[in-house]
């Protein structure tokens, strides 16, 4: 029999008022980031109360029936769970003026939902008072997923249908409805309630969602039987071809891929009666060969994972991509055991390894939001220790990994190290103090204190307006203090007069940059310098040269050259041999 949730039972206006609610909690929110009133400043609190704001009324709107009571305590629950991790997330985006907390809003976003929407089938399961069943659970999470999907749907024709409603009014100089549709306080209320509206309508149509369902098992059942036959050739082949290739191609995340696409068109197509045959005998016997071979698949992209880890340590990418190869492997691994066991009847297992493992997965989910399975923490240990080790140089690290993927724990480890280098590595401290810099502040005093002490060459006469220019024109252009690698002052006498200039050399990964600064009207000016020596080598060639540079002013091998070819004037044009 089909679980079914009786809406019915529940007043639509109860619906109705939960998504007018979540409306106005989210223009609050907006507005609170819009007028930078609390809790604009503190976003710990604004990821909290976001986080309520969307799932919970979401989640009302989806499941509420006529067992209220039991659905508010399951649903308060999971409410407390998700404030407390969007609380500790929203932590890691302080100092907010110097994190990027793009990558962590979209990880928490990508992986709460994921969590909210198993946690709803599971609390739409107990609730039901059944037993747990894959078959049940499959059913609800894909009624969920279609009719919030559908929902969102009629959200975005219902904004659409009024923005051409106002721009046709605009057209003929009457600009009140388009005025009024953008309006904040109108439009978060209004498609808050055309979600709800929708959630309604669809949720009063299971069987139109049901049969939607039952389509795309029947589109899958085909693909199935292609993806499998395709994975043991492939398979098959590597014997031949070797795991080089594979490497040298991102095989591990394709392996990964071809296996998560696998287990879920094998759920897609056998969630329901264990009995049922939907294929023939050999080609379901082909099917389980295939599900069987996967834990080959896991220990290969283990293999090619780990050797990154080896090479490079952990990034949040490698954490990501071995979460994911440990929930695949488990599924691969209680598969196969289920087999090994039951042969041709292995289905008969099937949902007892899908219900266990999902609660795993859900478990994942709600953990890497947490304290306990912090991916930034675990990359930022990994990163640093691979410097303190010597395993890669402080001019090779990675800084602005740290400052853009890693939240807090990359702010206080660069602030940690920057702190103990300031003295030994200026430049490095420089680099890290220009990738906070807020770009209307050039004169940020701990940044310029920094480049100060990284100017090889800067004497206690050096003019302080000289500097300031230098540093001014240096921090306008962030990217030069993140790539060059050291700093360098000469004073020369460039124009044979009695006043001398100053020329600043910049070492880059490849090459240098010289720049000369001299007075003009008692104020300093600069204008770059061109290396006429380099313009027609290539790469290699060029870093070759910047070396010998480099060496050079070691031993202060440098001198006034006059040009071989002096300018020719006509009138008021002046010619000089390039």
Known sequence: MKPEINSDSVPQTHLILIALLQGFALLLLHQSIEFKFWPFAQPQWLFAFYSLAISVPTMLMLTLSDKVYSIYRWILSYAVIVFILGYYIGSQATPLAHIQFETLLFAFSITMTIATLKSLMYIQSFVSGEPLLYSRLFLFSWRNLLTLGLSLLFTALTW???????????????????????????????????????????????????????????????????????????????????????????????????????????????????????????????????????????????????????????????????????????????????????????????????????????????????????????????????????????????????????????????QTLKANITESNPEIALKISSLYNDKNEPQNKEAKEAFLRALNGLTPDTPTRLTDEMYNEISNNNWRTQTNLSYHLLRVNLNADEAPEYILIEERPINIAATVYYKESDKWVHRSLNNISTDHLDRDAKENKKNEIMQALKTADYIVVKPAWQNFKIGDQEFHVR
């Open 160 to 414: 659409g249908m009024l923005m051409l409603w106002g721009e046709l009014f605009k057209a003929i100089k009457i600009d009140f409805f388009y005025d009024l549709f953008t309006e904040r306080w109108f439009y978060y209320p209004m498609l808050a309630l055309a979600n709800g509206f929708g959630i309604i309508i669809f949720r009063s149509q299971s069987n139109i969602i049901d049969t939607i369902t039952r389509i795309q098992q029947a589109l899958v059942k085909f693909l199935l039987i292609i993806l499998v036959f395709v994975s043991i050739i492939f398979l098959f082949t590597l014997p031949f071809t070797g795991l080089s290739p594979l490497w040298e191609t991102g095989g591990s995340t394709l392996i990964l891929w071809m296996q998560a696409l696998m287990l879920f068109f094998v759920n897609a197509v056998y969630q329901s009666d264990p009995d049922a045959r939907p294929y023939r005998t050999w080609i379901h016997r082909l099917i389980y060969i295939g599900i069987a071979l996967l834990p080959i698949y896991s220990m290969i992209s283990a293999y090619g994972l780990s050797l990154r880890v080896e090479q490079y340590g952990w990034s949040l990418s490698r954490c990501w991509a071995f979460m994911l190869w440990s929930i695949l492997a488990a599924f691969s691994l209680g598969y196969l055991w289920s087999i090994l066991k039951l042969k041709d009847k292995w289905l008969h297992q099937l949902s007892k390894v899908n219900v266990r493992l999902g609660l795993i997965v859900l478990a994942l989910m709600l953990l890497v939001n947490s304290p306990l399975l912090d991916f930034r923490k675990i990359t930022v240990a990994s990163q640093m220790q691979r410097l303190e080790t010597g395993l890669v140089s402080l001019a090779e690290f990675d800084y602005r990994y740290l400052r853009r993927s890693l939240a807090k724990p990359g702010y206080e480890a660069l």
